[in-house]
């Protein structure tokens, strides 16, 4: 998206109504060499769009700052400073692309903790057929769920016999 003097002006303008700077405002369009058309439109009762793109010139200048920051923080990855290069944002995303970094992978030699040794994860390898005796065998041992599957069931059934009687 190019912008030209005319979308600025109208940028700047819509900048000094949502900040209510009417005085400013009025300044601005009636001096304004780029804003001829939009004083005539205004005169007459007529809306006319002070966005560029459905922007704001906020909008425009918050994108830009989060572009820049991105930029920047990609080019720290290069030898872009160590190369002391002067370019502006577009020439710096050139690069970037013109200048791949690899992606870091996490070594091989990494020594982690296994995931059999984690809590939870005790299974031997011989047992691992067996995961549903092992886990019937868990469930069994815990009369505290069997008090809370027979209250579900029963709260479940109660409610059912009081539709029934209702209806």
């Not at 050139?94 to 091989?108: A, R, V």
């Not at 982690?112 to 995961?131: A, Q």
């Amino acid at each position: 998206m190019e912008i030209g003097k005319t979308q600025i002006a109208r940028l700047v303008l819509g900048y000094l109504k949502n900040e209510k700077c009417s005085t400013a405002f009025n300044e601005f369009l009636t001096t304004s060499q780029y804003l001829k058309q939009q004083a005539i439109f205004i005169k007459n009762g007529k809306y006319f769009a002070t966005r560029v793109g459905g922007l704001t010139l906020e909008d425009i200048i918050r994108e830009y700052s989060e572009m820049s920051f991105i930029i920047q923080g990609k080019l720290e990855q290069t030898s872009y400073y160590e190369e002391e290069h002067k370019m502006n944002l577009v020439e710096q995303l050139i690069y970037i692309l013109d200048n791949p970094q690899p992606i870091p992978t996490l070594s091989k030699d990494l020594n982690t903790t296994p995931s059999e040794s984690l809590p939870g994860n005790s299974i031997e390898p011989e047992n691992m057929g067996n995961i549903s005796q092992i886990l019937s065998h868990t469930l069994l041992d815990k009369p505290e769920l069997h008090e809370k599957l027979a209250d579900a069931i029963n709260s479940v059934r109660v409610s059912q016999d009081d539709n029934a009687a209702k209806n």
